[in-house]
T-cell receptor
Framework: DTGVSQDPRHKITKRGQNVTFRCDPI?????LYWYRQTLGQGPEFLTY????????KSRLLSDRFSAERPKGSFSTLEIQRTEQGDSAMYLC?????????????FGPGTRLTVT | AQKVTQAQTEISVVEKEDVTLDCVYE???????LFWYKQPPSGELVFLIR??????QNEISGRYSWNFQKSTSSFNFTITASQVVDSAVYFC????????????FGSGTRLSIRP
């Protein structure tokens, strides 16, 4: 039974470039979440999916950010025209849609550095 | 609005000492869940405990114990006989029954256990 996986683990990019991260949730988990964590802070909610439907987006998710979960399995988070302020750890989590929906299992994160 | 406050930014103790991590939360909802997560240097968030707002019974799990007091809106975490492996950042967090989508995290307490 594998946990949540994220790829890549680290990404260094130049300002203005586009980046895409991938998250593979625990199999059979209907819900998938994205969070952003900056240095010295707790994770902040960005968005979540139930199956392929994106049901909530935070105000933190500017127009440069887009997330998809096309087949209700893995998800991608794309950042266009990256800025230095986008440097952070991007965490993905998943949870089942039934009894334990309040228990989110987190992946190892993708650390983004924008130079 | 919901908020979680962890006033202790960093704590350092000598191994085998007991240590308590404080957490104060704010919400007007009467039904909610509280959590503690551990984030070791590897970066992956590890779930420790979930408590619902109707259950104020304290809980003990090995060297870990949690004290939930609705009267003071606190959910404190105590590690007894600390060990070097307990060194990590610990996050207290909150989610509402009405919104099973996002977890609101505190800013974390960095715990260092010195040998």
């Amino acid at each position: 039974d594998t946990g949540v996986s994220q790829d890549p683990r680290h990404k260094i990019t130049k300002r203005g470039q586009n980046v895409t991260f991938r998250c593979d949730p625990i199999s059979e988990h209907n819900r998938l979440y994205w969070y952003r964590q900056t240095l010295g802070q707790g994770p902040e909610f960005l968005t979540y999916f139930q199956n392929e439907a994106q049901l909530e987006k935070s105000r933190l998710l500017s127009d440069r950010f887009s997330a998809e979960r096309p087949k209700g399995s893995f998800s991608t988070l794309e950042i266009q025209r990256t800025e230095q302020g986008d440097s952070a750890m991007y965490l993905c989590a998943s949870s089942p849609a039934e009894r334990e929906i309040y228990e989110q299992y987190f992946g190892p994160g993708t650390r983004l550095t924008v130079t | 609005a919901q908020k979680v406050t962890q006033a202790q930014t960093e704590i350092s103790v000598v191994e085998k000492e007991d240590v308590t991590l404080d957490c104060v939360y704010e919400t007007r909802d009467t039904t909610y869940y509280l959590f503690w997560y551990k984030q070791p240097p590897s970066g992956e968030l590890v779930f420790l405990i979930r408590r619902n707002s109707f259950d104020e019974q304290n809980e003990i799990s090995g060297r870990y114990s949690w004290n939930f007091q609705k009267s003071t809106s606190s959910f404190n975490f105590t590690i007894t006989a600390s060990q070097v492996v307990d060194s990590a950042v610990y996050f207290c967090a909150l989610t509402l029954y009405s919104s099973a989508s996002k977890i609101i995290f505190g800013s974390g307490t960095r715990l260092s256990i010195r040998p």
